[in-house]
């Protein structure tokens, strides 16, 4: 049996994520083991979004994550990395020097990516182990700065689209209502006309923690009347009852109302009435993608 050990660094807008997977391969079948998770809860959006570059205090605490994240995979003999940043990286004036610095302080290639690819190495996860050729989904991925959305139908891919949509650019003002009826709404019903009965898939952290806390068994959708009711309850209740009642992180305490927000418009604009939440994300898609598509 050949055994891998690989990592992926995801630099969201809400937070950064170092994953370690170790690989299991006997010559049929394939497995990923999640070896560690690791989050950083910083925050580059509220700085990104608002003054397009990061605030010296949080670009400190960035690289002091990084330096941890090479250590970590030092430790546990990891054999290859990617480091990927999104949406609150894409919109700094000064990414490149930021880039530079921290490649030379603490040793880690860090890559800034599209959200198209973005949403194609999410694609290389199990998710299409919950894809029915027989029905049409409609892929959803709330992230800090950005949505992507993916429309499938027939096991193929019909069209993506990113939005400028997401919880912290929410949270800070900068988007809200005006902007899912202005530019979300609209694609959903001009891509989505004709089309059968739409299920959602969501990924993102937020959507994982409410599918959590449902207690709702794996692989068992939940339904826009249970997602708009938590909505409705998280969005009474102060960012203190959140943490006292249900035993919230700070840092999401604060973007679950704004991350059900998007669920829900999306599911009210496309007429769907469940979606799926297999427990993916963009580092698991970047550690599947290392091991496709290179020779370990």
């Known amino acids: 049996?050949?055994?891998?050990?690989?990592?992926?660094?995801?630099?969201?807008?809400?937070?950064?994520?170092l994953l370690v997977n170790t690989i299991y391969d006997d010559g049929q079948n394939v497995t990923f083991n999640k070896t560690s998770l690791v989050r950083a809860p910083i925050r580059l959006g509220e700085d990104a979004f608002s003054d397009n570059k990061i605030s010296?205090?949080?670009?400190?605490?960035?690289?002091k994550a990084m330096k941890a994240f090479r250590l970590l995979m030092d430790v546990h003999g990891v054999q290859d990395y990617r480091?990927?940043?999104?949406?609150?990286?894409?919109?700094?004036k000064n990414s490149k020097a930021i880039l530079k610095k921290i490649q030379k302080n603490t040793d880690v290639n860090l890559e800034i990516i599209d959200?198209?690819?973005?949403?194609?190495?999410?694609?290389?996860?199990?998710?299409?182990?919950?894809?029915?050729?027989?029905?049409?989904y409609l892929y959803v991925d709330v992230g800090g700065g950005s949505t992507e959305c993916t429309l499938l139908a027939h096991g193929k891919v019909l069209v993506t689209q990113s939005f400028k949509v997401g919880t912290v650019r929410w949270l800070e003002g900068?988007?809200?209502?005006?902007?899912?009826?202005?530019?979300?709404?609209?694609?959903?019903?001009?891509?989505?006309?004709?089309?059968?009965?739409?299920?959602?898939?969501?990924s993102g952290g937020n959507i994982n923690h409410i599918f959590k806390q449902s207690q709702a068994k794996p692989g068992k959708p939940l339904?826009?009347?249970?997602?708009?009711?938590?909505?409705?309850?998280?969005?009474?209740?102060?960012?203190?009852?959140?943490?006292?009642?249900?035993?919230?992180?700070?840092?999401r305490a604060d973007v679950v109302v704004p991350a059900l927000e998007i669920y829900c418009g999306i599911m009210k604009f496309a007429q769907s009435r469940r979606i799926h939440v297999p427990k993916i994300g963009l580092a698991d898609g970047m550690i599947q993608w290392m091991y496709h598509h290179n020779q370990y």
């Open 1 to 17: 049996m050949k055994i891998t050990k690989l990592a992926a660094i995801d630099v969201g807008s809400n937070a950064m994520r």
């Open 83 to 92: 480091a990927y940043a999104t949406s609150a990286m894409r919109e700094l």
């Open 56 to 63: 010296e205090e949080n670009l400190q605490r960035m690289q």
């Open 174 to 202: 900068i988007v809200g209502e005006d902007y899912m009826n202005q530019e979300v709404k609209p694609w959903i019903y001009e891509n989505c006309r004709g089309l059968d009965e739409i299920e959602l898939i969501g």
């Open 223 to 251: 339904s826009y009347v249970y997602l708009n009711k938590q909505r409705n309850i998280l969005k009474s209740l102060s960012f203190e009852d959140r943490l006292r009642i249900y035993n919230m992180k700070q840092d």
């Open 115 to 136: 959200g198209e690819k973005e949403g194609n190495i999410i694609f290389e996860t199990e998710l299409k182990e919950y894809v029915n050729d027989e029905k049409t």
